[in-house]
T-cell receptor, first 110, second 114 residues
Framework: GENVEQHPSTLSVQEGDSAVIKCTYS??????FPWYKQELGKGPQLIID?????GEKKDQRIAVTLNKTAKHFSLHITETQPEDSAVYFC?????????FGGGTRVLVKP | DTAVSQTPKYLVTQMGNDKSIKCEQN?????MYWYKQDSKKFLKIMFS???????INETVPNRFSPKSPDKAHLNLHINSLELGDSAVYFC?????????????FGPGTRLTVT
């Protein structure tokens, strides 16, 4: 089955700096790659996603890149703000089965 | 106006008991899911239903039995609870079953087995 590795597991950045989270996946048939943000005591919430026929997607301060050949994808957050502090999960989907990475706890220091 | 709701939010029970968690979505979605999040925050799918039909059944002990009375509800019943069942259980829903869209998660049910 699919295996998704996510790095780093924790990330501390200064407010205003950029944050980058990287994921690799194993199943070349995976065709959808969402990123979820989970705040304390809440369920995960989608922040951005990318399909396998697209290499890059941007939404305001958030961008995702996908390299299908290397089977890795990354989340980039620019101009980080304290409210960006949360746990971020990457995921890969084949059919409607989502396999999540292990999560990255991001702390933005004011 | 909650899109995906779960009850209860917290559940504390003893080993050996049987308990249920309920989930409802008012988004009109066709597909619903149960996920387990362990103490290390690792999220893993357990089950998925599309229009009341089971479509994903991961390697979950038989003590876990999902039930979907209609496409807006997906309940999770757990028999003979064990210490290792302690986790946060999330219900989610999505439109369609091709997997190419957002899954909306509920607030979670924190299950503690003592």
């Amino acid at each position: 089955g699919e295996n998704v590795e996510q790095h780093p597991s924790t990330l501390s950045v200064q407010e205003g700096d950029s944050a980058v989270i990287k994921c690799t996946y194993s199943d070349s048939a995976s065709n959808y790659f969402p990123w979820y943000k989970q705040e304390l005591g809440k369920g995960p919430q989608l922040i951005i996603d990318i399909r396998s026929n697209v290499g890059e997607k941007k939404d305001q301060r958030i961008a995702v890149t996908l390299n299908k050949t290397a089977k890795h994808f990354s989340l980039h957050i620019t101009e980080t703000q304290p409210e960006d502090s949360a746990v971020y999960f990457c995921a890969a989907s084949r059919g409607n089965k989502l396999t999540f990475g292990g999560g990255t706890r991001v702390l933005v220091k004011p | 106006d909650t899109a995906v709701s779960q009850t209860p939010k917290y559940l504390v029970t003893q080993m050996g008991n049987d308990k249920s968690i309920k989930c409802e979505q008012n988004l009109g979605h066709d597909t619903m899911y149960w996920y387990k999040q362990d103490s290390k925050k690792f999220l893993k799918i357990m089950f998925s239903y599309n229009n009341k039909e089971l479509i994903i059944n991961e390697t979950v002990p038989n003590r876990f039995s999902p039930k979907s009375p209609d496409k807006a509800h997906l309940n999770l019943h757990i028999n003979s609870l064990e210490l290792g069942d302690s986790a946060v259980y999330f219900c989610a829903s999505s439109q369609g079953q091709d997997g190419l869209g957002e899954q909306y998660f509920g607030p979670g049910t924190r299950l503690t087995v003592t």
